[in-house]
């Protein structure tokens, strides 16, 4: 059977290491290197997951998450995601070369930090029961409703339900907006993801320092508190940062920088100090706290500065200054210039 490498995660370092037997399908687990990161790998052969009925799939998404909470416990990881299978350990080592800087920029940004999965639940018969006994205008209806018989109800019927579903949804998102702000202040980014029954109220993925986990343990104390007998809470973590790493493999490092470069509105060739002040600057216009509706674009925002400070980084780490960098004058002081034109940009971070 034909045989490949599972990717499981990337970490920093590229030291010998293994973590035995506990890889899909029992399999050892170690390390495949590339400049100063690493992927965390096992052999395995070659499966189509999407063929697999849900037992088998269950198995092995346990597998791969088991293998990354190991990890987790000794490295920073950016996790990969469930199946990717390369063909051999060269291929494994290109993954790397190609993503790169997408791997190490995403290192930078979960180190110190873990995942953790904020879910609530309510009772909507529970909410309606409360409103028709505080909302005057829903009592009112429904007492209207119950003096009207067969055809002559219906009018009202509906406006009570239209009503009813208009207060619910406005209760709905108070909670929501309300256990939202209640975290901020424990977490660094968040994102909402899909509720999984028709009772849950929010399932929301946190990303926190992992020496914050106390305070989000307080922070979950007091909601209980606050909504005894309305909500119901839980949270999972630490996990790996499974939400808050996008890995695109199918772009090189050239298309990536180029787009935040563009997003930045910066020239070919910059200084630290330019994409900085661009940052700041698109961050003053963007930033939700000012204008509603802008979370999305101030977190490519955000992305895009990681991305193009790591670059410059890496450049004054691995590459050939005299291809990369330039030192121009202005005023007294001397300023050190990055370049991110196609050539420089393949030849500093590929290795041909």
Known sequence: MEEGKYIYCIIQGNENRSWGQIGINNQKVNLVHYKDISAVVSNTPVINFDRLDKEELVKYVASHQEVNEKAMKEYDVVPMTFGIIAPSVSEVARILEKAYLQFKTALKNITGKAEFVVQVWWNPQKILEELANTNPEIRRLKQEVALKVNILGIPTRLKLGKLIQKETEIQRQTFINDVQALLRDVSLDSTSNK????????????????????????????????????????????????????????????????????????????SFDEIKRAYYELSHRYHPDRFQGNEEQMKKIAQAHRLLENYCESCDEFSPSQILRSKTWEGKGKIEKYSLKKEDVENSIMIK
């Open 195 to 270: 509720l999984i029954d028709k009772e849950m109220l929010a399932n929301l993925s946190l990303l926190i320092e992992k020496a914050k986990e106390s305070e989000l343990d307080k922070k979950m104390q007091e909601l209980g508190k606050k909504y005894e007998g309305k909500l119901r809470f839980k949270y999972i973590g630490p996990m790996p940062s499974y939400s808050f790493v996008k890995i695109n493999l199918g772009l090189g490092n050239f298309e990536l920088l180029n787009e935040a470069r563009k997003l930045l509105g910066l020239a070919e060739e910059v």
